[in-house]
């Protein structure tokens, strides 16, 4: 009761109306126990009971009846409401392993302390949603930024407040639009970080990898640096500007970390410092980007036209005799892109050349950071035909009406019927063979003994 006084004293100072919900009031026996509550000395009390949904319905009418009308939305010079306004936001999760800098980045673009940041690995516990906008050339975008727990190895969880972290980090990358991998500069790419890059392409989201601290990274690569142009100036090479060094510094690391991130090595990488704001405006540029790429749709005729050239210069491999054939190609999604391809045989799309036509799609249409999908779909099976004599017009390849299909059916059973009566007569069938007549038994010759 002490802490409920101490409270109630808070909201009687901040001026706002207040109303006091006494819970576990489970039956109407209770109600008198209520009045022990005016002494924190409000006017609205309710007794309620969450578990039991009882008396809940009044006090949520009340606080309703209070809130003030809805804001009109922004409307354009046409009447028409803002594009901003009317599209849902972008939802982006920030994922990685433990203490790699998740919630530091979070913090730094909003420039906020939204979240808690501490050195401890596993201070993260629950998927929050933060959301974030940005104004670029007189446009403003949405986004919502989910900051996850650190996904470690399952082996490795201790206890069940992990392991639902670990699960509701894996719902935020089937519910996002765009996963940012955050992976440590020091520490480089580790096994789990592939291991979330598989869950990110299952999911089928956008990507952007991140590598942060890269301040602590760069202290000691650029006394290696130093060593190695000593080394090069001693020799009498070429020494090299500190520009010149950093950009190829940037794309050797870069080009490492898509080696061990083969599979998805259509995201772009970006190199950060949360704590120092280190390039967060090219974290941002990335993630307009790849955005603008996941909402592309691809014009029908280039996508047809792009898929022949590519068979017709690689064609697939045959299985049995048999030789994959596109007839038609369309894009039916995009988040992520999706196409489907009507085939003559679903089985003759292999992975490796599913690969290759992927290959093409990005060469031709860009799809920088997605996750493309290709769907095989078989021509459907046509429908046996009927045994039927050939007519004049099946002959001039003139379609057979149903009425001269009737009247060659009604013939063809007419003479089955006129040929079983004919047997039953005692006429011999067409083609039967005479049977042979047996000489009589005197008439056989004797054996000799």
């Known amino acids: 009761m002490p802490m409920d006084l101490e409270v109630a004293g808070m909201l009687r100072e901040a001026g706002k109306p207040v109303f006091v919900m006494v819970n576990k009031v489970d039956t109407a026996a209770?109600?008198?126990?209520?009045?022990?509550?005016?002494?924190?000395?409000?006017?609205?009390?309710?007794?309620?009971?969450?578990?039991?949904?009882r008396g809940i319905d009044i006090p949520i009418g009340q606080a309703v009846s209070?809130?003030?009308?809805?804001?009109?939305?922004?409307?354009?010079?046409?009447?028409?409401?803002?594009?901003?306004a009317a599209e849902p936001p972008l939802n982006i999760a920030i994922v990685g392993r433990p203490n790699v800098g998740k919630s530091s980045i979070i913090n730094a673009l909003t420039r906020s302390e939204r979240v808690i940041v501490s050195e401890i690995s596993g201070t993260t516990r629950d998927a929050i949603d933060v959301p974030f906008e940005v104004e670029t050339d007189g446009v403003r975008q949405r986004y919502n930024l989910i900051d996850t727990a650190g996904i470690r190895k399952r082996r490795r969880i201790k206890d069940a407040v992990e392991f639902f972290s670990v699960n509701r980090a894996d719902k935020a990358i089937e519910r996002c639009d765009l996963a940012v991998l955050v992976i440590d500069a020091a520490e480089g790419v580790t096994e789990q970080d592939k291991k979330i890059c598989d869950r990110i392409t299952d999911a089928g989201c956008a990507c952007v990898i991140v590598v942060n601290k890269w301040d602590l990274f760069q202290a000691g690569l650029e006394k290696a640096r130093k060593r190695e142009a000593k080394k090069t100036a001693a020799q009498g090479g070429h020494k090299l500007s500190r520009k010149k060094r950093e950009e190829l510094m940037y794309e050797e690391f870069g080009k490492w970390v898509k080696s061990n991130l083969f599979f998805i090595d259509y995201a772009p990488v970006i190199f950060t410092s949360a704590t120092e704001g280190f390039q967060l405006d090219r974290l941002l540029?990335?993630?307009?980007?790849?955005?603008?790429?996941?909402?592309?749709?691809?014009?029908?005729?280039?996508?047809?036209?792009?898929?022949?050239?590519?068979?017709?210069?690689?064609?697939?491999?045959s299985s049995k005799g048999h030789r994959f054939k596109l007839f038609y190609a369309t894009q039916v999604n995009s988040k992520p892109p999706t196409f489907l391809?009507?085939?003559n045989r679903k089985e003759l799309l292999s992975d490796n050349y599913t690969r290759y036509l992927i290959g093409v799609l990005r060469k031709s249409f860009g799809f920088e950071g997605c996750h493309i999908r290709l769907v095989a779909k078989p021509r459907p099976k046509s429908i046996e035909p009927i045994r039927r004599k050939t007519t004049v017009k099946s002959r001039t390849s003139k379609k057979v009406t149903k009425r001269e299909i009737q009247k060659i059916r009604d013939e063809t059973k007419r003479k089955k019927d006129a040929k079983k009566k004919a047997i039953r007569k005692g006429a011999k069938p067409p083609g039967a063979k005479r049977a042979k007549k047996r000489p009589a038994k005197k008439d056989r010759p004797r054996k000799s003994v």
């Open 30 to 53: 209770h109600d008198r126990g209520v009045d022990e509550f005016a002494e924190l000395g409000f006017e609205h009390i309710f007794p309620v009971s969450a578990l039991h949904a």
């Open 341 to 343: 391809l009507f085939v």
């Open 66 to 84: 209070r809130l003030p009308e809805r804001l009109a939305k922004p409307v354009d010079e046409t009447g028409e409401e803002s594009q901003a």
């Open 285 to 317: 540029e990335a993630i307009r980007y790849v955005s603008s790429q996941l909402q592309k749709t691809t014009p029908t005729s280039l996508l047809n036209r792009s898929l022949q050239a590519a068979l017709e210069r690689s064609p697939a491999p």
